[in-house]
T-cell receptor, first 114, second 115 residues
């Protein structure tokens, strides 16, 4: 069965430190990969996506993500965390063609402490 | 650019009652999605429209849920009758096309509580 795993329910990091939010997937073929963020009382917002090409993709608010095909992972990273980055982060995958539709992970809550 | 609009933002009903949610996507977006997000879980796709046609409704509980997108613009999702397990946030999203590499734009959601 197709699945997306975010192994950490919560990630805690101090402001100014680097952060990583992990995502692994188990799907047929090579999917498109996305990260979305959900701030309190607001809808999900698109952060970045991987379609093809360079394994390191850059997105909004200084976030980047690294695609690793052999490990089927797409970890979200930021070199220096801000308190305002505290939110709920979702990894999502979509198939290249047909098949299953977009699948979301369960989400990881990021807390950045001042 | 106006975002995806949803109403109401909150709804409380008793089980076996009916409820309807409304969504207006971003202007020009051909694809519209309805998701169910249960507390502690990621969004689960219920139905996907391409213009006014259904692309995927494989996870829609069709015995109680229905959705329509008349004229290929705004959409309504209905639950009749509601069950306790329908308590969730219902998210509407839209994308420019139905191509899988397009990002989706989400509305603020409707939080449904079934008592």
């Amino acid at each position: 069965a197709q699945s997306v795993a975010q192994p950490e329910d919560q990630v805690n990091v101090a402001e100014g430190n680097p952060l990583t939010v992990k995502c692994t997937y188990s799907v047929s073929g090579n999917p498109y990969l996305f990260w979305y963020v959900q701030y309190p009382n607001r809808g999900l917002q698109f952060l970045l996506k991987y379609i093809t090409g360079d394994n390191l993709v850059k997105g909004s608010y200084g976030f980047e993500a690294e695609f690793n095909k052999s490990q089927t992972s797409f970890h979200l990273k930021k070199p220096s965390a801000l308190v305002s980055d505290s939110a709920l982060y979702f990894c999502a995958v979509s198939p290249l063609t047909g098949g299953f539709k977009t699948i979301f992970g369960a989400g990881t809550r990021l807390f950045v402490k001042a | 650019e106006a975002g995806v609009a949803q109403s109401p933002r909150y709804k409380i009903i008793e089980k076996r009652q009916s409820v309807a949610f409304w969504c207006n996507p971003i202007s020009g977006h051909a694809t519209l999605y309805w998701y169910q997000q249960i507390l502690g879980q990621g969004p689960k796709l219920l139905i996907q429209f391409q213009n006014n046609g259904v692309v995927d409704d494989s996870q829609l509980p069709k015995d109680r849920f229905s959705a329509e997108r008349l004229k290929g613009v705004d959409s309504t999702l209905k639950i009749q009758p509601a069950k306790l397990e329908d308590s969730a946030v219902y998210l509407c999203a839209s994308s420019l096309t139905g191509t899988n590499f397009n990002e989706q734009f989400f509305g603020p959601g409707t939080r449904l509580t079934v008592l």
